[in-house]
Nanobody, 127 residues
Framework: QVQLVESGGGLVQPGGSLRLSCTAS????????MGWYRQAPGKERELVAG???????KYVNSVKGRFTISRDNAKNTVYLQMNSLKPEDTAVYYC?????????????????????WGQGTQVTVSP
């Protein structure tokens, strides 16, 4: 089973920075795409930033120039560096991974259809 564990959320003042991390379980061999989504109260979950296994990235317009997504394939970890944070960035941030190859019970599996999610980490931007 694939598990994603997030860390790095918290309370920060406007203009401050936070770095989120998300690590997949050690049985993972390869992850095609990883990303960060967020959901604010009363709003739909939205893609904040995504990154492919080759390093291609995309961002929602509202975070361009402020947030940077990166990944360490050897550690099956994705990061989100968030700078110049604004109150409207306040949300629960979720790590996402898809196109996973993993090892379990002596066998290798390729799962191209399931999107895996972390448990979510709260980011609050407030004076």
């Amino acid at each position: 089973q694939v598990q994603l564990v997030e860390s790095g959320g918290g309370l920060v003042q406007p203009g401050g920075s936070l770095r989120l991390s998300c690590t997949a379980s050690r049985s993972i061999l390869r992850i095609d795409h990883m990303g960060w989504y967020r959901q604010a109260p009363g709003k739909e979950r939205e893609l904040v930033a995504g990154i492919t296994s080759s390093g291609g990235t995309k961002y929602v317009n509202s975070v361009k120039g402020r947030f940077t997504i990166s990944r360490d394939n050897a550690k099956n970890t994705v990061y989100l560096q968030m700078n110049s944070l604004k109150p409207e960035d306040t949300a629960v941030y979720y790590c996402n991974a898809g196109g996973v190859q993993y090892y379990s019970g002596g066998y290798y599996y390729t799962d191209s259809s399931t999107e895996y999610w972390g448990q979510g980490t709260q980011v609050t931007v407030s004076p």
